[in-house]
């Protein structure tokens, strides 16, 4: 133990610190709310002087406080004594982590550190950024270095992470929820749009929420159910599914903890799907009617269905004769379509653009907002029969759903 706080003391006051976590808490409090999971201890320049950020992480809420190097020392040791049973270290030159046991013996296990290491030291102006790539499941998946930075290569998805969490939080503030809000992201790959959702409902918006990621990759789904484990995010997993097969779980905390699922028929709020590929999108929407979700977003991924009826028809028109504008229409037609159906089961549509078009053509998103307002179904009808006989489309994939009965 002595040898680890003779460590964190050279570090803070020879400038050589990078972060600090502290974790695994010795007891739980009976106040949920009370209970401290983490501690983050990061460098800042406040007003020109060096200074120690602390994050602390409560079940439902951060608290932030800086300290200087002397305060910072104290308190981190402290809770080193009385209240965490894990520290690690990071420096400008090795890694230490310490491992106390429930009977209190102590392990510490140092590893030098080969790379050249940026201290990422922040100061007081910082950009108030919708995600904090400090929490620690940015770097196990990928998107940053150990020290909470957006790698050069992943820099493009982080802009695709920010728009989205954006959008998506400016469409929910304008939807009523009651209660936890259930959340199924179809196709949730890799898991990066997820867990960006999952950090900034419950973190910045402290949402109560329930999330499933589904992914039809088992290798993904135990790769991510592993990160959420180690990061203790609780009322979050990923399902290895098939969308079209999946079937939509309530999670309550006992049945977490027992890991097992609850199945609750028609309990979603939001459905999300970000490209899914080709009909895989149709069959997320057809969740999303289905479970009478308040929102349904999705970005559409390839859209061979409607593109191969329109090859065949071999329709020649003064648009469709070019290959590019075929494919381009190809993707109008199938997403116009999708919007009238969400529309016939009551859904306000929008269209927006995700990204700018020069990182992605798949870059639309597709938001339906449930709605009371009356429909005219007879005409909705009309319209999709319409653009199918213009451009000689036998069915759309998703039509199959009109001929469903949704919950509500
Ligand atoms: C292009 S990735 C998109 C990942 C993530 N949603 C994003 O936008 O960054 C599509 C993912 O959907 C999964 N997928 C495709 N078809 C699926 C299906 N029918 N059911 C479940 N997952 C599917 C793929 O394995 C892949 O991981």
């Known amino acids: 133990m002595q040898k680890f706080i003779n460590k964190l ?22 106040e949920p709310r009370a209970n401290l999971n983490n501690v983050y201890v990061k460098p800042i320049i406040l007003k020109n002087e060096k200074m120690f950020s602390f994050t602390y992480r409560y079940e439902r809420r951060d608290e932030t406080k ?41 392990t510490v296990m140092t590893k030098a550190v080969k790379e050249q290491r940026d201290q990422n030291v922040q100061h007081d102006k910082v950009k108030n950024r919708l995600i904090n790539t ?14 909470g930075k957006v790698t050069a290569d992943m820099q493009h998805k982080f802009k695709q992470i920010c728009k989205y969490v954006e959008i998506v939080d400016g469409v929910m503030k304008n939807v009523k929820f009651d209660g936890k809000v259930r959340i199924a992201d179809m196709g949730a790959g890799k898991g990066y749009l997820t867990f960006a959702l999952y950090e900034y409902l419950t973190q910045r918006c402290k949402y109560d929420i329930e999330m499933e990621g589904v992914e039809i990759r088992p290798d993904l789904v135990v790769k991510i159910n592993e990160i959420i484990k180690e990061s203790n995010l609780k009322d979050f997993r990923f399902v290895e599914s098939s969308i079209d097969s999946y079937q939509i779980s309530a999670v309550n905390s006992q049945s977490i903890a027992h890991g097992s ?13 970000l490209h899914a590929c080709n009909t895989a999108t149709d069959d997320a929407i057809i ?16 859209h061979k269905q409607i593109r191969q009826e329109m090859e065949k028809s071999k ?40 990204i700018e078009m020069e990182h992605t053509p798949k870059n639309i998103l597709l938001v339906g907002r449930k709605s ?36 509500n």
């Open 9 to 30: 003391q050279s570090s803070l006051n020879d400038g050589s610190f990078v972060k600090l976590t502290l974790s695994k808490p010795r007891a739980k409090s009976q």
């Open 372 to 407: 009371d307002a009356p429909v005219d179904k007879e005409a909705i009808l009309k319209q999709i029969e319409d653009l199918k006989k213009q451009y000689r489309i036998e069915k759309h994939y998703l039509e199959k759903v009109l001929f469903f009965k949704p919950l």
């Open 315 to 354: 329709i020649v028109d003064p648009i469709t004769r070019y290959g590019i504008f075929l494919e381009r229409q190809a993707v109008m037609i199938t997403d116009a379509i999708r919007a009238l159906i969400m529309e016939y089961f009551g859904y306000k549509t929008q269209v927006m653009e995700f």
């Open 66 to 106: 800086n300290y200087d190097a002397e305060q910072s020392f104290e308190i981190i040791t402290n809770f080193i004594n009385e209240v965490f049973l894990n520290a690690s270290l990071f420096t400008l030159t090795e890694d230490v982590t310490l491992l106390i046991s429930k009977k209190g013996k102590a």
């Open 261 to 273: 699922r609850l199945m609750a028929h028609g309990s979603l709020d939001v459905l999300i799907a």
């Open 134 to 147: 400090d929490n620690p499941w940015w770097f196990k998946l990928g998107l940053t270095t150990r020290e």
């Open 287 to 302: 969740k999303g009617i289905e479970s009478g979700a308040k929102l349904i977003i999705c970005a559409p991924c390839c």
